[in-house]
């Protein structure tokens, strides 16, 4: 299955790179035949994973409305055309920007964010296996919507960062083992619409702090064999990265951060990779835009799956093949939203971008890589 989706994408995008995506298994088949030869290599293991991620899941009322039938919310049918494309991937990180604080607090939409569970679950059965917490929303419920999300997310298994239950839980570094390749994430928010941490609640959620980054990264990174950082940041509908974006970027390069996964401006902007102060490569995807919302303005409807390959040769670690994958938000059978591959879309799409527009927009500054 997941080759065949591959094999799809490769064919709407030749230039994209997406070839060796797909075949990151199967490397350790000769392994116990190698150490009884060559015990002395043991170490050199050989290993390359996929990472995928996507941009924001903001469920406004005209969103999960449509898909409740007898108070019960299902998002399958909605995210069904793009479960393979978070499926394929070792890892998918997705930013949950509203936060499923359950039905039992109300649900509620713009300006003031809750969701239902069912759209915890559903992610998860379409493949997503972390869900970033810290954005601007984290705080629209309170602390309350916070505990029972993460109540939620303990019991379905899903790992999350950014957003914390208590002091313990926002100390606990999220290194994943995948496939042998451990990934440190973290993640970040530029603020949180003014609503303040409530007071003793200081842990709930990490701001953008440099101190603090610098702290986290230092400690992180000695664990890890990448580090993976989630922001949110920038200008809503812009679609470049600002100043302090950039600015931003290269401090989290100079920190010998992996990748930066960027999101917040609802809007794809371009990626870009970053030499460190230490001469290493950071890989930064400045905006992913919607994953599944409900907005209407010019280009938020497009988002992506961000992919990219982390290819470990004893303490070498690479970030190879960097790409992104367009989705776009169309009207569903019964005029719910549901999110589908843009090749498949038929549907125009609100600023009248084409795939091969948005390809260009993405790899501006990252020509050699398509
Ligand atoms: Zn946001």
Request: glycine letters at 8%; aromatic letters at 8%.
């Amino acid at each position: 299955m997941r080759k065949l989706y591959y094999g799809l994408t490769c064919g709407v995008f030749l230039l994209s790179g997406c070839s060796s995506a797909g075949e990151s298994n199967g490397e350790n088949e000769n392994s116990e035949a190698q150490t009884e030869e060559e015990p002395e290599k043991q170490e050199q293991e050989d290993e390359s994973i996929t990472i995928g991620a996507a941009g924001d899941v903001l469920l406004h009322g005209r969103v999960y409305k449509r898909m409740e039938e007898d108070g019960e919310y299902d998002f399958t049918p909605a995210l069904k055309a793009v479960t393979p494309m978070l499926e394929e991937p070792d890892y998918t990180i997705v930013n949950q920007e509203s936060i499923p604080g359950g039905e039992e607090l109300g649900l509620s939409a713009y300006p003031s964010f809750n969701s239902p569970y069912a759209i915890v679950d559903d992610l998860q059965d379409a493949g997503v296996d972390m869900l970033s917490g810290a954005n601007n929303h984290t705080l629209d419920r309170g602390m309350e919507a916070v505990n029972n999300a993460i109540n939620h997310y303990e019991q379905t298994g899903m790992d999350y960062v950014g957003v914390y239950k208590d002091e313990e839980d926002a100390n606990r570094q999220r290194i994943i083992d995948v496939k042998d390749v451990d990934m440190g994430v973290l993640s970040y928010t530029y603020g949180l619409n003014g609503i303040e941490v409530p007071e003793g609640h200081e842990y709930v959620v990490q701001e953008i702090d440099k101190e603090k980054i610098q702290e986290d990264v230092k400690a992180i990174r000695d664990e890890s064999d990448i580090v993976v950082v989630n922001m949110h940041w920038g200008d809503e509908y812009e679609r470049l990265p600002n100043e302090e974006q950039k600015e931003l970027a290269q401090f989290l390069a100079d920190l010998e951060v992996d990748v930066v996964i960027g999101h917040h401006p609802h809007v794809l902007q371009p990626m870009e990779r970053l030499e460190g102060e230490e001469g290493n490569e950071t890989l930064v995807f400045y905006s992913l835009g919607n994953f599944y919302s409900g907005q209407d303005n010019d280009y938020t409807d497009t988002g992506g799956v961000a992919t990219f390959d982390v290819e470990k040769d004893g303490e070498d670690v690479k970030v190879t093949e960097p790409n992104i994958d367009f989705t776009q938000v169309v009207p569903g059978p019964e005029d719910q939203y549901t999110v589908k591959p843009m090749a498949e879309a038929d549907h125009p799409a609100n600023g009248g971008e084409t795939e091969e527009e948005l390809h260009e927009h993405v790899y501006q500054w990252l020509e050699d890589e398509q």
